[in-house]
């Protein structure tokens, strides 16, 4: 809904109410939520669907193999892994499940947690990752990048970045 005085376009049905305080979108900040919202739902499956077919991976299969190659010793703690891909831990446990029966990950007990335990890039998994990037890479241009150009990256990043970082951990955490 925006606050666009000068469209008097009658809305059909009942019309939503503003809770007092509260300022309605402008017109331009209402299409940049509605791009963003469209780019929120179908990218993840847009870009799932594109690594299924080229690398025979799904996106948070490659997250996870991602995050992983770049962790100290190629592992990270269960609860770590799941922020850092932000997925529920109970998601990211089904998912590391499928890819300990390819051999690309294996769980170890973590020593002094009874807990605890972690995830662990094997080199089946990271040679699998390794294939997949050039893929993966040619289809983040192809269908992000190149739709981006002449827009300031650094302030895109940097604003993406502090939604994320104000509110993803805490709404993660929530899910488990």
Excluded: C
């Excluded at 831990?89 to 020593?111: A, N, P, Q, W, Y």
């Amino acid at each position: 809904m925006t606050a666009d005085a000068a469209d008097p376009q009658p809305l059909s049905g009942p019309q939503p109410v503003t809770p007092v305080g509260t300022q309605p979108l402008t017109p331009v900040e209402d299409e940049a939520w509605r791009a963003l919202t469209r780019v929120i739902v179908a990218l993840p499956r847009i870009m799932d669907a594109d690594l299924l077919e080229r690398a025979k991976l799904t996106l948070n299969e490659y997250l996870v193999l991602m995050s992983l190659s770049e962790a100290p010793g190629r592992a990270l703690r269960m609860s770590e892994l799941a922020d850092s891909v932000l997925i529920s831990f109970s998601g990211l446990t089904r998912l590391v499940e499928r890819l300990e029966r390819d051999s690309s990950v294996r769980r170890e007990k973590i020593e002094g947690d009874g807990r605890g335990s972690r995830a662990v890039l094997t080199d089946a998994g990271l040679a699998r990752l390794q294939a997949a990037w050039p893929s993966h890479l040619e289809s983040v241009r192809r269908i992000v990048m190149d739709h981006l150009t002449g827009l300031d990256l650094p302030a895109l990043t940097a604003a993406l970045t502090r939604v994320i970082d104000e509110n993803a951990l805490a709404a993660a955490r929530r899910r488990r």
